[in-house]
Nanobody
Framework: QVQLVESGGGLVQAGGSLRLSCTASGRTFSTYAMGWFRQAPGKEREFVAG????????YYADFVKGRFTISRDNAKSTVYLRMNSLKPEDTAVYYC??????????????????WGQGTQVTVSS
């Protein structure tokens, strides 16, 4: 049973930064792609960023390119999402996700099959 626990959300002013963390257990973290999704009120959950099992490839939704950075530390079974230049429209619950198979890339939403409970990010204008 995989478990994903997010942390680092909070309230920040527009233009500010946050770093989200997600620690995984129950699956061999180092061989699975990891990702971040978000869901704003009244909207569907959407893919934000993904990182390949070995950290060599990263993928981003257009709306966060140049502002968000995904990274991972396999020794700590942790994936991070650094969010800079935050905008009010980034307000959402952010979810960590783990890939569906060994040695995946994590380049798209369908590459993931389990999500954490989420952490709230609120950006004030």
């Amino acid at each position: 049973q995989v478990q994903l626990v997010e942390s680092g959300g909070g309230l920040v002013q527009a233009g500010g930064s946050l770093r989200l963390s997600c620690t995984a257990s129950g699956r061999t973290f180092s061989t699975y792609a990891m990702g971040w999704f978000r869901q704003a009120p009244g909207k569907e959950r959407e893919f934000v960023a993904g990182i390949a099992w070995n950290g060599r490839n990263t993928y981003y939704a257009d709306f966060v390119k140049g502002r968000f950075t995904i990274s991972r530390d396999n020794a700590k079974s942790t994936v991070y999402l650094r969010m800079n230049s935050l905008k009010p429209e980034d307000t959402a619950v952010y979810y960590c996700a783990i890939g569906t198979r060994d040695y995946g890339l994590g380049s798209r939403a369908r590459d993931f099959d389990s999500w954490g409970q989420g952490t709230q990010v609120t950006v004030s204008s």
